[in-house]
């Protein structure tokens, strides 16, 4: 298989102002909030990206994760394969899954099985790479119809959103049993999942201006509302200290929702709102990484926690068309994302 060089960029320049508005409430909802036009400015970074070439066109390669010995998985949504890369020598190998399976995002175990969405085909499969081997999780009723994205949990089992289903799932991947949860809120969307510290999902609902988390001993969704009725937020990442942090896709804003008192505050992103933030990760120091996909080339934007202030942007060598969703490697400080403009990328960390 040809072997594919990847295209390095550096660039590192300063951007912009940070908006802050803050408010607290004692029920689920955070309270309004007003703006701050204060402008602070921070110290420029730099990031180094690079991009491979996926070498079957036009096959929206996304949503990459890196597997236990260092290769990266990879779905080619409209292809209707998971693929896995060797960056070491930019070898490519396909795995086909079948008419319409519509991978939308995968995850890899710690015995290196690959875990996929199988989003046309309302199923989640598992992929054993020595063999080409699949088994298919089905979901229980008809309703449940294309499963979005997954994550870990921490005993090894999936939750997982279903986006034009209304709901939220969990598979436990030892008996295979699916349990459904649906959002409250009609055509609310689930999209974006994340775990924070103490196990508990939290969910970005796209159709809607709220976020949800699970009571996972009730096995309920429980929603929060923000501030914003014009809010929709897309993807959503928890830092250490588990507070949320919410792309709010429509507004340009970052925000940040705190459990512990229900606040809200937010901050203006450098492209306003032409941002359209779409990925989102966070890394060993707590920068929430995500990228500004509503401007060409697309922007790897940062926003340091602690002092409040988005770092830096770098132009997506590519282009990029479109970033969805991106996958950390602490071990190596690097940050692994596909593109609409067909290649699977890197982005080491300053």
């Known amino acids: ?95 086909d899954l079948g008419d319409g399976a519509g991978p939308h995002n995968l995850i890899v175990d710690a ?26 999780y089905e979901m229980p009723i008809p309703e449940a119809r294309d499963p979005h994205t997954l994550v870990w949990a921490s005993d090894g089992n999936i939750w997982f959103t279903l986006q034009g289903s209304n709901m939220v799932g969990h598979l436990n991947t030892d008996t295979g049993e699916v349990a459904l949860m649906p959002a409250a809120t009609e055509s609310a969307r689930p999209y974006g999942i994340w775990l924070d510290s103490r196990g508990t999902p939290w969910i ?19 929603e929060i509302e923000l501030p914003s009725e014009d809010a929709r937020p897309r993807r959503l990442v928890v830092t250490s200290d588990d507070r949320v942090w919410v792309a709010d896709y429509t507004r340009g804003y970052l925000g940040v929702y705190d459990p512990a008192d229900a606040s809200y505050n937010e901050w203006k992103m450098p492209s306003g709102e032409n941002a359209r933030p779409y990925a989102m990760e966070v890394d060993s120091l707590d920068r929430v990484w995500f990228v500004e996909t509503g401007v060409d080339p697309n922007l790897f934007t940062a926003f340091n926690t602690a002092t409040e202030t988005f770092e830096h942007a770098t132009a ?33 960390l300053p």
Not at 11 to 37: I, R
């Open 1 to 95: 298989m040809k072997s594919l060089s990847p295209v390095a960029f550096l660039l590192g320049f300063l951007l912009m102002f940070t908006t802050g508005c803050g408010g607290q409430d004692g029920s689920n909802a955070p309270s309004d909030s007003s703006q701050n036009s204060s402008e602070t400015y921070a110290t420029p970074t730099s990031l180094v990206i690079e991009e491979w070439d996926v070498e079957w066109g036009n096959s929206r390669p996304r949503d990459p994760y890196v597997a236990p010995d260092g290769r990266v998985w990879f779905c080619g949504q409209r292809d209707g394969y998971v693929a896995v890369l060797d960056p070491e020598t930019g070898d490519m190998t396909r795995y």
């Open 316 to 348: 997506v060598p590519s282009g990029g068309g479109t970033v969805r969703h991106m996958y950390l490697d602490p071990a190596a400080g690097a940050i692994w994302f596909g593109t609409d403009a067909n290649t699977v990328g890197r982005a080491t």
């Open 204 to 222: 970005a609902l796209f159709g809607t201006n709220k976020i949800a988390r699970v009571d996972t001993e009730a096995m309920e969704l429980v």
């Open 111 to 136: 015995d290196g099985m690959v875990w996929y969405a199988g989003n046309r085909r309302a199923h989640i499969g598992k992929l054993d790479p020595a063999t080409g081997d699949i088994t298919k």
